[in-house]
C-alpha cells in the first residue's frame, strides 16, 4: 500500500481559510476559532508523523483518517465560502452595499447548519488530535520554499540527447555495441556461428534489467561521430508498453523530418511516406525501451522496414529475455553488465560534491564510498544516491543514508526490480511532503507522457498544491515561480 502524504500541506491551506474568515463568520466564530486552533495543533505535527508512517502502519492509518477528516472540512468551508459570495452578490445588486453574510434576511437555518457540521469536524479532529499523544510526534519547523531555480520549457522523458560527459563506466560497452551496429551482416553471421544467409536489415537487441543504463548507452552510439556518418538516416522512437505499428510509424517520420507529422487516416499512406524516407538507405534505427513479446505484431513492423539498405540495422533496448528472443537475428542480444563499486562512487560524488551540495571531505569521501557499495552496480541508484546526498550535506545525514533499511534492502533482495524500487522509494520519502503529494499527482500522466511544465503548474495550482513562501527581499513570491521551484 503506497504511503499516506500530503496532510500537512491540506490542513495548512485550512487553516489559512478560517483564520480568513472567521472575522465575519457571525454565529459560528467560536467554532470556527476551536477548529483553527485544532488544525494547527495537529499541523505542527504532521511532518513528523509523514516521516514514520514509511516504517509505522499505526502513523499511516492515522494520517488516512487525517486525510478523510481534512477533506470532509474543505467541503464545509467550500459551501460556506459558496454561500458568501452567493449572498454578498445578492445583497450589492438590492441594496447596493455589501452587507455582513450572517446577519443578512434569515440567517438561522444557514447559521444553525453550518454549526453543525463544523461542530462535526472539530469532534472528529479531536479524536485524532488525541490519538497523535501515544506516536510521541514531534512538532517540526516550517518548510523554507524560497529558492530559485532555472526554467525550461519541456521534459521528455526519453529522447537520443544524452550528456556523454555524465555517463560513466561505459566505455567498453560502447565500442562493442559500436562495432556490432557497424561489421557487415556477412560478418556477424561468421562470428556467431550462423551460416545462414545475411539479413539486409539485422536487429540487435541491448539487455539489462531497469536502471542499468541502457537508454544511456544507446544515446551514446546514437550521437557517435563513426555511426553519423555510416548511418543516414538515424531515427530515435521510444515505444514503452504500447506495442502500436502506426504510431512506430509516424514516430519514425517525426524523428526524420524533426517536425510533427500531419495525421494519416489510411496506413498505406503513411507506410509509404515511411518507404520514400527509407528505401534503399542505411538507416540506423532505435526502438528504445520495448516490451513487446507477441512474434506475429514484431514480424509485422519488421516486414514494413526491410526497405532499407543492407547493412541496415535496429537497436532495441529492453529489459526482459523474452523480446530479446522475439526480435532476435542472427545477431546475439548485448547483456548489460553492472557497474562496479568504484564507477558508482563516481557517479554519486560527482552530483554529491557538485556546486551548492556537501563540502568534500575525507570523512564523507569515506561515507560516500560504503554508500557506494550498496548501490548494487545500478547507475540509476547511483544517480539518486547522489542527488540525495548533495542536499543532506552533514556527516551524520550520510551515515542516516547509509545505515537506512531501504538501501540495505537493495543488496538483500534477488528481485532487480525490487532493487531500484527500494532506492526510488528511499529518494521519495526523503521529500518533504508539499513535494511529495505534486510528484504523486504526475502518475496521472501515462507512461513515457511528454509534461508541459506550465500546464503541470496550473494543475498544481488548481489543486491548492502550491504554498506561498516570502523572498530574500521581504516580498511575496509569485505562485508561478513558487510552482517552478516545485517542479
Known sequence: MAPEFGASVILKKLSSVVAQEISSAWGVKDDLKKLKTTLDMIVAVTSDAENKQINDAAVRLWLRKLKEVAYDADDVLDEFLYETMRRREMNIHKRGKVRDLISSANPLSFQFKMAHKIRDVNKTLDKIAHDKVRFQLEPSSSIDFAHDQSTEQRNRLTSSFVDDSKII?????????????MMSDASSSISSGSYSQPEKVSVISLLGMGGLGKTALAQLVYKDDSIEKHFEPRMWVCVSYDFDVYKILTNIIESITKRKCDDVSNVEVLVNQVHEKLSGKKYLLVLDDLWNENAEDWEKLKDLLVVGAQGSKILITTRKHKVASVVKGIIPPYELSFLNPGECWSIIKTRAFSPGGASETQNLRDIGKEIAKKSAGLPLVAKFLGSLMHSKKSEDDWLSIRDNDSLNGILNTNENHSKVIQVLKLSYDNLPSH??????????????????RETLIRLWMAEGFLQRSINSRGGKRSVEDIGNDYF
Not at 563506466?169 to 551496429?181: H, N, P, S, V, Y
Not at 513535494?435 to 508541459?452: A, G, H, T
Request: hydrophobic letters at 30%; aromatic letters at 12%.
Open 169 to 181: 563506466g561505459r566505455e567498453g560497452d560502447k565500442l562493442q555495441i559500436t562495432k556490432m551496429l
Open 435 to 452: 513535494l511529495k503529494q505534486c510528484f504523486s499527482y504526475c502518475s496521472m500522466f501515462p507512461k513515457d507522457w511528454e509534461i508541459n
